[in-house]
Nanobody, 115 residues
Framework: QVQLVESGGGSVQAGGSLRLSCAAS????????MGWYRQAPGKQRELVAA???????NYADSVKGRFTISRDNAKYTVYLQMNSLKPEDTAVYYC?????????WGQGTQVTVSS
């Protein structure tokens, strides 16, 4: 079992920054195949940034150059640094970990960007 707890969401003005954290617990595993997704009202959940199975990173085109995913293996925590935020970044951000073919999700954290 994997438990994921996100934190760090909030409300900011356009151009601002936020850092999200996702703390994992429950089993011993690598932080590969773990990342951030978001879901805006009326839209499907989409990938924002994630670590691949090989430890590389994937980013949505819409966030490249603005968002950075990072991790602290000792703390079992994955971060998402979000800079130059735009109103279209407004969404609930979820952390996901894939382990042995099962997707585990956190409860989500709201990010609201005002213009």
């Amino acid at each position: 079992q994997v438990q994921l707890v996100e934190s760090g969401g909030g409300s900011v003005q356009a151009g601002g920054s936020l850092r999200l954290s996702c703390a994992a617990s429950g089993s011993a595993f690598s932080l590969n195949r773990m990342g951030w997704y978001r879901q805006a009202p009326g839209k499907q959940r989409e990938l924002v940034a994630a670590f691949t199975s090989g430890g590389g990173t994937n980013y949505a085109d819409s966030v490249k150059g603005r968002f950075t995913i990072s991790r602290d293996n000792a703390k079992y925590t994955v971060y998402l640094q979000m800079n130059s935020l735009k109103p279209e970044d407004t969404a609930v951000y979820y952390c996901k970990k894939e382990l042995s073919g099962v997707d585990y999700w956190g409860q989500g954290t709201q990010v609201t960007v005002s213009s």
